[in-house]
């Protein structure tokens, strides 16, 4: 079963904040991060993890309250190069190699 | 910096025929997937493999698939009999080691398919 993702779209100027919720009607035991330009692959971004662990490489920040099944993406500052649609996706279940991507929720900054 | 090859960017098909996607996965990396993406619809995955089995699959993969490893560094996705619903980017991935718990998966640029 999918990730549900709010809001479905957002719409800032340079410098403003945005969160992207990611929450799952099923356990989550990480997230997954990607973000898409249109036309163009999904990028990693950064994996979640149970116990606060977090992988990634850009100025974005996230949390996972595991309890709530809950993960948020934190975009502060956000620049022009943030615009794109952002996916969570969460691994099907525990031992596999599958990803459950959401609908996504897309970004777009403008100046 | 490393990155996964595709080709055809783009493939257009009459329903009915077989197409091949072609993937060059990073070349350290041991796992491999397939996910597509109908436009303006969600990634959906289709099938992950490793040392030259399937290790899983979704609903969507079914016997009108297939995929292969024909050579130490192409990764092929047969479509047989294509559908008019079959028309998506088609994305391969692959990962340094499997689980999808921990480590990320690097995404292609895609081939878009179209079937007429």
């Known amino acids: 079963q999918q990730p549900v993702q709010s809001p479905q779209a957002v719409i800032l100027r340079e410098g403003e904040d945005a969160v992207i919720n990611c929450s799952s009607s099923?356990?989550?035991?990480?997230v997954h991060w990607y973000r898409q330009k249109h036309g163009e692959a999904p990028v990693f971004l950064m994996i979640?993890?149970?116990?606060?662990e977090q992988k990634g490489h850009e100025k974005i920040s996230a949390s996972f309250n595991e309890k709530k099944q809950q993960s948020s993406l934190y975009l502060t500052a956000s620049q022009l190069s943030y615009s794109g649609t952002y996916f969570c996706?969460?691994?099907?279940?525990?031992?596999?190699?599958?990803?459950?991507f959401g609908k996504g929720t897309t970004l777009s900054v403008s100046s | 910096e490393p990155e996964v090859t595709q080709t055809p960017s783009h493939q257009v098909t009459q329903m009915g025929q077989e197409v091949i996607l072609r993937c060059v996965p990073i070349?350290?990396?041991?796992?491999f997937y397939w996910y597509r993406q109908i436009l303006g619809q969600k990634v959906e995955f289709l099938v992950s493999?490793?040392?030259?089995?399937?290790?899983?699959k979704s609903e969507i993969f079914d016997d009108q698939f297939s995929v292969e490893r024909p050579d130490g560094s192409n990764f092929t996705l047969k479509i047989r009999s294509t559908k008019l619903e079959d028309s998506a980017m088609y994305f391969c991935?692959?990962?340094?080691?499997?689980?999808?718990?921990?480590?990320?998966?690097?995404f292609g640029p895609g081939t878009r398919l179209t079937v007429l």
């Open positions: 991935a692959s990962s340094e080691v499997g689980g999808s718990l921990r480590n990320e998966q690097f």
């Open positions: 099923k356990a989550l035991y990480s």
């Open positions: 979640l993890l149970k116990g606060g």
């Open positions: 996706g969460p691994p099907k279940n525990q031992a596999g190699t599958a990803l459950i």
């Open positions: 070349s350290n990396h041991l796992y």
């Open positions: 493999f490793y040392n030259n089995e399937i290790s899983e």
